[in-house]
C-alpha cells in the first residue's frame, strides 16, 4: 500500500496548472515563449561561465568579464541574480511582493525566524501527493520546468571554457548541451528566491547525482555572500515537483542551524569533515571541508544517493558559500499520512521541507504568526526528526557508502528508474559511474 497525503502544491511558476489544464493545452499548442521546442527557435537568455575551483579555501566573490563590452566587471550575486530577479518583480511576475510579509526573530536560544506569508497559502483543490516513495520516474504530462515562460528564466549558468568567469548578455539557449537555468519562484519566500534547475533539457527527476550537486556548489561559491543559501528537498520530503531543482534565496541573519553546535565524526577521503548536529531538534549530518571542492561534493552527493536508493526522505542545505553542507532526513510526511500528527500541527499547514527545518519558519495564518514561539517551533521540528535509533542505523547506511568509496570505487551506483541505469559525469568531464551495489545496504 502506498502512503498519500492530501496537500495543496505551491505553484513556483505562472504556468503551473492542474495536470488536466496542461494536457488540453498542450494539444492545441503552447502559444506562449516557454522552454520547449515549439518556442526556442532563435530564443537567447544570458549566460552566466563560472570558473571551476580547484581548493575549496578559494570560494570567494568574482568579477565577470562581459564579452559585448568589456566594460567594468559585474558582480554575479547582486548586480546579475538580485538585478534580473527585481526587473521581475517590476514586470508584475510574482504573485506578491514578499519584501510586504511581516518577519521576526523569535525571543529563545536558538533564534528560530518567523514569517507571515499567506500569499503562499493556496484555495485550489487538494491533490494526492505520495509520500513513500523517494525515486519516482519523471512524467512529462505533470508540470515541468521546460513549461515556464522564458521571462520567468534569469540567465543559464554553467562551467566555463575558458580559465575565467564569463558574462554573455545574449547567448543562445543550446538545447543539445541541456544547458542549467536559474529561475524566479514566483511564490518567493525571500528576497531573490530562485530556482536551480541543472540541464533543463534533460527532464531529470528529483533526486541528487554527482555533477548537479557540484554545480549547486559552485553557484553557492559564485555567489560569495554566506546569506546566500542554497536548498534541496527529495521527494517524500516535500519537494513539490518531480523535476530536479534546487532552491536559494538571501536572508540577512544566521539560520538556527548554522549557530546550533557538532560534534565531530570522521574525516573521509579528501580531508572533508563530518559532523553530528548537536541540541537542534532536527537529527542530521554537517559536511565541511575537503581539498577541493569536488571532494565535498562527492562526499554529499555520495550520502545522498545512498539515501536515495534506501528510500529515505532527506532535505539539503548548503550554507557558508559552499563551504558547509546540512544533511538531514526526515520523516514527517510519513507520520502525517499515517495520522502520527498532531491536530494542532497539522492545522498549522506548514510542510517542514529544508527552510523550516534549517529554522525560517514560513507561517501562513496570522494567528500562528502572532503566537510563534520558540517552544512552538521546537515542538513541529521535533517531529521532522528521526528517531534516535533510526537515525544511528541511517548513519551506518551513509558511512558504509563512503567506506566503499575509499576503498577505490569512485562513488554509488545510482537505483535506475523503470529499469534505465544513468550515467553521470561531474562538471570536469570525468565519468563517475560503477558498478557499487556490494556497496549499498537496501532495507
Same mark, same amino acid.
Given at each position: 500500500?502506498?502512503?498519500?497525503?492530501?496537500?495543496? @502544491? #505551491? *505553484?513556483?511558476?505562472?504556468?503551473?496548472?492542474?495536470? %488536466? $489544464?496542461?494536457?488540453? +493545452?498542450?494539444?492545441? !499548442?503552447?502559444? /506562449?515563449?516557454?522552454?520547449?521546442?515549439?518556442?526556442?527557435?532563435?530564443?537567447?537568455?544570458?549566460?552566466?561561465?563560472?570558473?571551476?575551483?580547484?581548493?575549496?579555501?578559494?570560494?570567494?566573490?568574482?568579477?565577470?568579464?562581459?564579452?559585448?563590452?568589456?566594460? @567594468? #566587471? *559585474?558582480?554575479?550575486?547582486?548586480?546579475?541574480?538580485? %538585478? $534580473?530577479?527585481?526587473? +521581475?518583480?517590476?514586470? !508584475?511576475?510574482? /504573485?506578491?511582493?514578499?519584501?510586504?510579509?511581516?518577519?521576526?526573530?523569535?525571543?529563545?536560544?536558538?533564534?528560530?525566524?518567523?514569517?507571515?506569508?499567506?500569499?503562499?497559502?493556496?484555495?485550489?483543490?487538494?491533490?494526492?501527493?505520495?509520500?513513500?516513495?523517494?525515486?519516482?520516474?519523471?512524467?512529462?504530462?505533470?508540470?515541468?520546468?521546460?513549461?515556464?515562460?522564458?521571462?520567468?528564466?534569469?540567465?543559464?549558468?554553467?562551467?566555463?571554457?575558458?580559465?575565467?568567469?564569463?558574462?554573455?548578455?545574449?547567448?543562445?539557449?543550446?538545447?543539445?548541451?541541456?544547458?542549467?537555468?536559474?529561475?524566479?519562484?514566483?511564490?518567493?519566500?525571500?528576497?531573490?528566491?530562485?530556482?536551480?534547475?541543472?540541464?533543463?533539457?534533460?527532464?531529470?527527476?528529483?533526486?541528487?547525482?554527482?555533477?548537479?550537486?557540484?554545480?549547486?556548489?559552485?553557484?553557492?561559491?559564485?555567489?560569495?555572500?554566506?546569506?546566500?543559501?542554497?536548498?534541496?528537498?527529495?521527494?517524500?520530503?516535500?519537494?513539490?515537483?518531480?523535476?530536479?531543482?534546487?532552491?536559494?534565496?538571501?536572508?540577512?541573519?544566521?539560520?538556527?542551524?548554522?549557530?546550533?553546535?557538532?560534534?565531530?565524526?570522521?574525516?573521509?577521503?579528501?580531508?572533508?569533515?563530518?559532523?553530528?548536529?548537536?541540541?537542534?531538534?532536527?537529527?542530521?549530518?554537517?559536511?565541511?571541508?575537503?581539498?577541493?571542492?569536488?571532494?565535498?561534493?562527492?562526499?554529499?552527493?555520495?550520502?545522498?544517493?545512498?539515501?536515495?536508493?534506501?528510500?529515505?526522505?532527506?532535505?539539503?542545505?548548503?550554507?557558508?558559500?559552499?563551504?558547509?553542507?546540512?544533511?538531514?532526513?526526515?520523516?514527517?510526511?510519513?507520520?502525517?499520512?499515517?495520522?502520527?500528527?498532531?491536530?494542532?500541527?497539522?492545522?498549522?499547514?506548514?510542510?517542514?521541507?529544508?527552510?523550516?527545518?534549517?529554522?525560517?519558519?514560513?507561517?501562513?495564518?496570522?494567528?500562528?504568526?502572532?503566537?510563534?514561539?520558540?517552544?512552538?517551533?521546537?515542538?513541529?521540528?521535533?517531529?521532522?526528526?528521526?528517531?534516535?535509533?533510526?537515525?544511528?542505523?541511517?548513519?551506518?547506511?551513509?558511512?558504509?557508502?563512503?567506506?566503499?568509496?575509499?576503498?577505490?570505487?569512485?562513488?554509488?551506483?545510482?537505483?535506475?528508474?523503470?529499469?534505465?541505469?544513468?550515467?553521470?559525469?561531474?562538471?570536469?568531464?570525468?565519468?563517475?559511474?560503477?558498478?557499487?551495489?556490494?556497496?549499498?545496504?537496501?532495507?
Amino acid at each position: 500500500m502506498s502512503l498519500k497525503i492530501k496537500r495543496v @502544491p #505551491t *505553484i513556483v511558476s505562472n504556468y503551473q496548472k492542474e495536470e %488536466g $489544464e496542461e494536457g488540453a +493545452r498542450q494539444a492545441g !499548442g503552447c502559444g /506562449r515563449n516557454c522552454l520547449q521546442k515549439c518556442c526556442l527557435s532563435g530564443s537567447k537568455l544570458p549566460l552566466y561561465a563560472f570558473k571551476k575551483i580547484l581548493k575549496c579555501d578559494n570560494l570567494l566573490p568574482k568579477d565577470v568579464i562581459d564579452h559585448d563590452d568589456k566594460e @567594468p #566587471t *559585474i558582480p554575479f550575486l547582486d548586480s546579475l541574480l538580485l %538585478g $534580473e530577479w527585481e526587473d +521581475r518583480m517590476q514586470k !508584475g511576475l510574482f /504573485r506578491y511582493d514578499v519584501t510586504a510579509c511581516e518577519s521576526k526573530v523569535i525571543p529563545g536560544e536558538h533564534g528560530f525566524i518567523a514569517q507571515l506569508n499567506e500569499g503562499r497559502h493556496l484555495k485550489k483543490r487538494p491533490t494526492e501527493f505520495r509520500v513513500d516513495k523517494v525515486l519516482q520516474p519523471y512524467d512529462g504530462s505533470k508540470f515541468n520546468f521546460t513549461k515556464v515562460g522564458q521571462e520567468e528564466v534569469l540567465f543559464q549558468f554553467e562551467a566555463s571554457e575558458e580559465d575565467e568567469i564569463q558574462f554573455f548578455p545574449n547567448a543562445p539557449i543550446d538545447i543539445e548541451n541541456a544547458p542549467s537555468v536559474v529561475a524566479i519562484n514566483v511564490s518567493p519566500i525571500e528576497y531573490g528566491h530562485v530556482l536551480l534547475i541543472p540541464r533543463v533539457f534533460e527532464c531529470l527527476p528529483q533526486r541528487i547525482d554527482r555533477e548537479s550537486f557540484l554545480l549547486a556548489l559552485y553557484m553557492a561559491a559564485e555567489a560569495g555572500n554566506p546569506y546566500f543559501r542554497l536548498g534541496y528537498n527529495s521527494l517524500g520530503a516535500f519537494a513539490t515537483i518531480n523535476h530536479l531543482h534546487f532552491q536559494a534565496y538571501y536572508l540577512a541573519v544566521p539560520f538556527p542551524m548554522e549557530k546550533a553546535s557538532t560534534k565531530k565524526i570522521t574525516m573521509v577521503n579528501g580531508n572533508v569533515g563530518i559532523s553530528q548536529l548537536l541540541n537542534y531538534p532536527v537529527r542530521g549530518l554537517v559536511f565541511e571541508g575537503g581539498d577541493t571542492l569536488n571532494d565535498l561534493s562527492d562526499a554529499v552527493s555520495d550520502s545522498c544517493i545512498c539515501l536515495q536508493n534506501n528510500n529515505i526522505p532527506h532535505n539539503v542545505l548548503i550554507a557558508d558559500s559552499g563551504r558547509r553542507v546540512f544533511l538531514l532526513p526526515q520523516c514527517y510526511a510519513e507520520k502525517q499520512a499515517l495520522g502520527e500528527v498532531s491536530e494542532e500541527l497539522l492545522d498549522t499547514q506548514v510542510n517542514p521541507a529544508v527552510w523550516e527545518i534549517s529554522g525560517h519558519m514560513v507561517l501562513k495564518r496570522k494567528k500562528d504568526y502572532d503566537e510563534a514561539s520558540e517552544e512552538n517551533a521546537w515542538r513541529l521540528l521535533a517531529e521532522v526528526s528521526l528517531s534516535e535509533e533510526r537515525f544511528e542505523e541511517v548513519k551506518a547506511l551513509i558511512f558504509e557508502t563512503i567506506s566503499c568509496v575509499e576503498n577505490g570505487n569512485s562513488g554509488p551506483e545510482e537505483e535506475p528508474l523503470d529499469g534505465k541505469s544513468e550515467s553521470v559525469e561531474n562538471v570536469d568531464g570525468h565519468n563517475k559511474t560503477t558498478n557499487r551495489q556490494e556497496c549499498l545496504v537496501i532495507q
